[in-house]
Structure formats: C-alpha cells, structure tokens
C-alpha cells in the first residue's frame, strides 16, 4: 500500500506560480512512476505529467510544457510540481497518483494509488 498526501494547492492571478507537493509513504519500492492529473468541472481528468520513480525521466503535456516541472526528492519521496504562467484555462483539481507499472503513464487506469486531490484557482 502506498500513500499520497499532496499540498500546495490555492489561488493565485494569471501569470502567477504554484508549486505542489505529493508526499509518498507506504511500499514506495514498488512504485514504477508518479502522475499529476487535473480535472476542471464538466471535463474528463487529463495527464499534466510524470516522473519515473527510478531514472527520473519526465513527461508533461503539451499544454504545460515549458511552464511546468515536476521534479522529485529521493531523501524525502516527494513529488514536486513547480507551476509558472499559470493561465484560466489551468484551473483545476489536481491530483497525484502513483503507478507500480511503467506503461500507459498519461492514463488514469495505469495508476494505483491516488491522493485527495489539491484546488488550482487562476483567477482575479
């Protein structure tokens, strides 16, 4: 069992930055990768990006590239998500998850555990 506990979610104004948080506990041995999805109101969650657990290889959609960077902490097992530029259209929740295989990353269904998810406001 592997536990994630995200933050840093909030508000902030167009062209502000966020940086989030997942910390990972449990069998994080057996993790493979770590996912940030979001899910704005009336739409499908949609893959933001991943980081391989070992290797540290990264994916991030074309939406957020060059604007977005998620790093991880080995010391602490934490996922971070530095977000810049942050636009309207990037409100939304945003939730961590973690998968034990290493395929299908941009889907939701490749992952198996998922934290509480974090509230992005862009707005003024």
């Known amino acids: 069992q592997v536990y994630l506990v995200e933050s840093g979610g909030g508000l902030v104004p167009p062209g502000g930055s966020l940086r989030l948080s997942c910390a990972a506990s449990?069998?994080?041995?057996?993790?493979?990768?770590v996912g940030w999805f979001r899910q704005a109101p009336g739409k499908e969650r949609e893959i933001v990006a991943t980081?391989?657990?070992?290797?540290?290889?990264?994916y991030y959609a074309d939406s957020v590239k060059d604007r977005f960077f998620i790093s991880k902490d080995d010391a602490s097992n934490t996922v971070h998500m530095q977000m810049n530029d942050l636009r309207p259209e990037d409100t939304a929740v945003y939730y961590c998850a973690a998968a034990t295989r290493g395929w299908d990353l941009w889907l939701p269904s490749a992952y198996d555990y998922w934290g509480q998810g974090t509230q992005v406001t862009v707005s003024t």
């Open positions: 980081i391989r657990w070992i290797g540290d290889s990264t």
């Open positions: 449990g069998s994080t041995y057996d993790l493979r990768a």
